[in-house]
Every structure is written in structure tokens, then in C-alpha cells.
T-cell receptor, first 115, second 117 residues
Framework: TQLLEQSPQFLSIQEGENLTVYCNSS?????LQWYRQEPGEGPVLLVT?????EVKKLKRLTFQFGDARKDSSLHITAAQPGDTGLYLC???????????????FGQGTILTVHP | NAGVTQTPKFQVLKTGQSMTLQCAQD?????MSWYRQDPGMGLRLIHY???????DQGEVPNGYNVSRSTTEDFPLRLLSAAPSQTSVYFC????????????????FGPGTRLTVT
């Protein structure tokens, strides 16, 4: 069974601060995804990283996939109250041919950004 | 374009009752999955399907059945509800992506909040 350890579980910061969320595993993933979830709604995909060492930027959010494809980080610069929510990382199992890449989710990080 | 739809939004069951959670997608995705979300545990895969007529178990399949007769629909059946099945259930559809960039990105429905008393 593949495990993804996500940290921290809770993060409460002031508007304008920077933060980083980590996802770590001993397993190799074919891709790693980050989702954001609002209360009462389903998770929404933010980004997918596939190549080891890949860095993707989405406005103030920077996502990185580790060189060995076992870990990932999400960095938010100058956080805003609108960034508040649950952030989930998910790794897709190595899959070939017609195999399904099962997703393993981290436990999630609840981010609260205070005005 | 509705994406992934789930019904009902809320449900309360008594222990031992059965019910079916409905899920439909209109994106022609090959893959569909059911997850449950419990506090502090992220999302756990219950069952998934790689196409019509093909299903397989995920991490926590006990007490649940699925079938997939069409590409669009993937219902989840609770055979005999137990309090441990109180949770929020999400259905998702996904695709593999191109061969050089397999991603399996998930598109989630709005969820069904189930309480078993």
C-alpha cells in the first residue's frame, strides 16, 4: 500500500505571509496532483506534475515534484483570505498499458488565512 | 456541461437499511471512482472502474457494491448500512492523459453526506 504523508495538518496564518505544504512518500508515483476543497464541495484540481524535478506556477502558488518522484511541495506566496481551504495532495500509482493509476491521497492541510 | 453529478446530496439511514448512491458523468471519461472522506484521513478509494463492465476494489471496499453498465453511470450500493459508513462520499471521473504524460486527473462530484444511525 502506498502512503502519502502530508504536513502540516493545520496552518493558520496572517494575510501576506508565505507558507509551504509538504507531501512525502517512500513510493514512486507516476504523477502527483494537488487539489483544493471548499466546505460542502468536492475537491478541485489545481495542478498535476509528472516529471521528476518539475516546477509549476499558478499565480502565487508554486508546485514542485521531487527529483525521485516521491515527494512534492506547494508554496503560497503572500497568502490571501481567499486561499483558505483544504489542500490535498494525491499520487497516482505507476501504471502501464491499460492499467488504472490508482490515486493515494494525503490526509490534507486545512489552511486558514486571517485578514 | 454538467461534469460529475451525484444524488442525493444528504441521506440518513438506519442500521441495516440499503441504498444506492447515484453518480453520472457527461465527459466521456474512461475511469470512474468512489471515495469516502472522513476527518483527518483524506480520501480513501472504495471501488473504481476502468470502463463499462469492468470494476475493481479499492482500499476500503467492504460493505459496498458497484457495477458499471454504461460509460456515464457508476452507482454505489450499500448493502446493509452500518454506523461506520457514516461519511461523505465522492464520485470522480478521470482519464489517463496522453502516453507521454499519464496523469489520471480526477473530476469530482459535489458529494453525498451520509449518516447511519
Amino acid at each position: 500500500t502506498q502512503l502519502l504523508e502530508q504536513s502540516p495538518q493545520f496552518l493558520s496564518i496572517q494575510e501576506g505571509e508565505n507558507l509551504t505544504v509538504y507531501c512525502n512518500s517512500s513510493s514512486v508515483f507516476s504523477s502527483l496532483q494537488w487539489y483544493r476543497q471548499e466546505p460542502g464541495e468536492g475537491p478541485v484540481l489545481l495542478v498535476t506534475v509528472v516529471t521528476g524535478g518539475e516546477v509549476k506556477k499558478l499565480k502565487r502558488l508554486t508546485f514542485q515534484f521531487g527529483d525521485a518522484r516521491k515527494d512534492s511541495s506547494l508554496h503560497i506566496t503572500a497568502a490571501q483570505p481567499g486561499d483558505t481551504g483544504l489542500y490535498l495532495c494525491a499520487g497516482a500509482a505507476n501504471a502501464g498499458g491499460t492499467s488504472y493509476g490508482k490515486l493515494t491521497f494525503g490526509q490534507g492541510t486545512i489552511l486558514t488565512v486571517h485578514p | 456541461n454538467a461534469g460529475v453529478t451525484q444524488t442525493p446530496k444528504f441521506q440518513v439511514l438506519k442500521t441495516g437499511q440499503s441504498m444506492t448512491l447515484q453518480c453520472a458523468q457527461d465527459m466521456n471519461h474512461e475511469y470512474m471512482s468512489w471515495y469516502r472522506q472522513d476527518p483527518g484521513m483524506g480520501l480513501r478509494l472504495i471501488h473504481y472502474s476502468v470502463g463499462a463492465g469492468i470494476t475493481d476494489q479499492g482500499e476500503v471496499p467492504n460493505g459496498y457494491n458497484v457495477s458499471r453498465s454504461t460509460t456515464e453511470d457508476f452507482p454505489l450500493r450499500l448493502l446493509s448500512a452500518a454506523p461506520s459508513q457514516t461519511s461523505v462520499y465522492f464520485c470522480a471521473s478521470s482519464y489517463r492523459g496522453p502516453p507521454v504524460r499519464r496523469s489520471y486527473e480526477q473530476y469530482f462530484g459535489p458529494g453525498t453526506r451520509l449518516t447511519v444511525t
